[in-house]
């Protein structure tokens, strides 16, 4: 008998299964197009396995109210097709198994608080800076979520004093993700991060925000570790940015870890979210 | 056989007694002078009660954190004879009895949650405005802490662009605490709140804070209840204020309860702390 876990990302579907809940036994990623054909692919894989609960993390936004009518479904997602549809439903129709669900940043965040980079800790935030940015939470040892889940890539900063783009988020135009998401940077600097120098000025505005975003974190969760994910972030010359600006910032008013190990990549790399989901799979009560 | 509540303000502390862990059936109010002579008056009220444990929720900083070598202090409080401050230490050894040990915001929030504005709901923040700010949450039925407890109310806002005063906090100069407890407003206006026009533009421009605020916890928490108490909160007409410019800020991005019952006042006022305390004593584990 086997955990199912689907990562469902807005380009690609991740399904794995597990007997322990913890080793990835069998793997496949799905390009994520419509639901149907999308989940034509899921269920092909999970359909040789007799499954005894699924973890899923997906992108949203997503009902994770159990008291709303539309739980189990993704909600307002511009993505073509995506809009409101019953994702949970068609999984319990297909396997009739119990299943958690949660956000993919969530799911990430649960991984790498259970077997990566916040193992040690009793708590943890897991940012993804991408082509948008997503963040989850892991508090008293289970995700955050509340009457919905957090949408802290949207949170307000306060704009970098040289910095005069207008910011590119449809909702609050220069919000976290409106400032300093991928595509942020591109619109901004006319060409995309990784074609920027190491050393360009672009670097330390991209860190003003981000670490902007983790001092409000810190002040509102007191998380134990920051996981900061995502292609953005693989410009790694970020990290003692995002520290420096982070801690002028703070100004040593709350105490914390050590800022090396507390502001940190991803432990388990883009396993996070999978591993997330087959855990939260083993955990799931009927 | 009674359960003990200490309310431990900065100006006064409130003790309490139940013997169901909900009704108040004696109280005492005591100056917070120094530990020594406030304490002298906290033994005096409860040595004559047989406890069963005790709730304390402490102004702050404090120690939360049980692996540390300080969990039960008070910390770096400028309050003179208080810094570092063996609270918890001096109570267990008068009364030897389980204790649960948080602060006074996250107690108001306990209370509020399981007897008063939020009681129909799985999570709230309760924030007071007054001479600081300060925020307490409870999520999952918990009150909220991680590393460290939250200090909500040094979050960094923007600044409203018709707003010149430099703010006033001692870190941070013009976070939210700097730019909008009570001190921020007598300092920017020349006079007390309490003296000014009920219309007046400084109320637009607190609220314009306070909202910000709200939008920031939502996206990372996603209380169902914000209960907005404290001095600053007697201005009453600063509620449409608020929730005007936090549907604004937050511009429909994600579902909120109906916004009215969202953002109220404290239901049972001034008894939310030590409610909170009594509960948490109730609830303590030897």
Not at 89 to 97: A, M, S, T
Not at 158 to 185: F, T, W
């Amino acid at each position: 008998m086997y955990y199912g876990a689907i990562e469902a990302g807005g380009t690609k579907f991740v399904c794995a299964v597990s007997r322990d809940g913890a080793g990835i036994e069998a793997r496949t990623s799905i390009p994520t197009t419509t639901p149907g054909e999308t989940l034509k692919h899921v269920f092909a894989f999970f359909d040789s396995y007799p499954l005894i609960s699924m973890g899923i993390g997906s992108f949203g936004p997503i009902d994770v109210n159990t008291d709303s009518d539309t739980y189990g479904y993704i909600t307002s997602t511009p993505k073509p097709g995506w809009g409101y549809f019953d994702f949970l439903g068609e999984i319990k129709d297909r396997y009739n198994v119990p299943t958690a669900w949660t956000t993919d940043v969530n799911a990430a965040a649960y991984g790498e608080f259970r077997e990566g980079g916040a193992r040690s800790s009793g708590s943890c935030v897991y940012l993804t800076v991408g082509t948008g940015i997503g963040g989850g939470a892991v508090v008293d040892g289970k995700v955050l979520e509340g009457f919905g889940h957090p949408e802290m890539g949207h949170i307000l900063v306060r704009r970098h004093p040289e910095d005069e783009y207008g910011g590119n988020c449809p909702y609050h135009a220069d919000c976290l993700e409106g400032m300093a998401a991928g595509p942020a940077i591109e619109k901004r600097h006319g060409q995309t991060g990784d074609m920027l120098a190491a050393d360009d000025k672009v670097w330390e505005i991209e860190a003003y925000y981000l670490a902007q975003a983790l001092v409000q974190y810190t002040l509102i969760l007191r998380p134990e570790v920051f996981i900061l994910g995502g292609g953005v972030m693989k410009q790694t010359q970020l990290f003692p940015l995002i520290r420096q600006e982070y801690q002028r910032l703070l100004n040593s008013y709350v105490d914390t870890p050590d800022i090396e190990t507390m502001i940190t990549s991803p432990a388990i790399g883009d396993d996070a979210a999978v591993t997330g989901c087959l855990l939260l799979a083993a955990e799931v009560k009927a």
